[in-house]
């Protein structure tokens, strides 16, 4: 069925499906309802989703590069009303003595309060860190080893390019 301007609208019958759960015993990875388990269903079959969407219906997504002119590098993705911004700045310094082949990555993640008000004042800052660190585990490795992380990049071992 489609609304007088065309969108598509979702119809739900609870007597059009049993709402017994066979597997309620089961752990799942996500817990429903019976009822949500139906209307779930019920939307698979009749090709709809709650905003209208069909099953394989994506969001509209817009990608900007360069949207923060202070940082070396940023962006900007909304991807139907989700707003993300990234940036990232860059400092080139000398390395340790001890340690000439080596670098030093830090990162900082920072939850800004326009993005939802729980993230204002000090709101944020537990999410943010573990973020942080999430973040440096991913681009450092599992051992998180900071300047002895970069040593590869830094001895010329990049793929591509010349030392």
């Known amino acids: 069925p ?15 499906r ?3 759960n066979p597997g309620a ?14 209307f779930v269903l019920d939307g698979v079959e009749q090709d709809c989703r709650v905003d ?12 900007q590069l360069g949207t923060s002119p202070q940082a070396s590098g940023s962006a900007r993705v909304r991807l139907g009303n989700t707003d ?3 940036a990232v700045k860059c400092d080139i310094g000398v390395p340790p003595r001890e340690h000439p082949t080596h670098g030093r990555l830090s990162c900082s993640v920072e939850l800004s309060a326009s993005a939802d008000v729980k993230y204002e004042g000090r709101g944020g800052d537990s999410l943010a860190n573990e973020l942080t660190k999430a973040l440096e585990r991913t681009l450092l490795g599992a051992s ?20």
């Open 25 to 38: 015993n089961k752990p799942d990875a996500m817990s429903l309802s019976p009822y949500e388990r139906c």
């Open 52 to 63: 209208g969407r069909g099953r394989l219906d994506y969001r509209s997504m817009t990608l």
């Open 144 to 163: 998180s080893g900071g300047a002895a992380s970069l040593s590869a990049v830094g001895a010329g071992e990049r793929g591509g390019g010349n030392p």
């Open 2 to 16: 489609t609304t007088g301007s065309g969108r598509r609208v979702r119809t739900f019958a609870s007597a059009s």
């Open 18 to 20: 049993s709402i017994d």
């Open 84 to 86: 993300v911004m990234v």
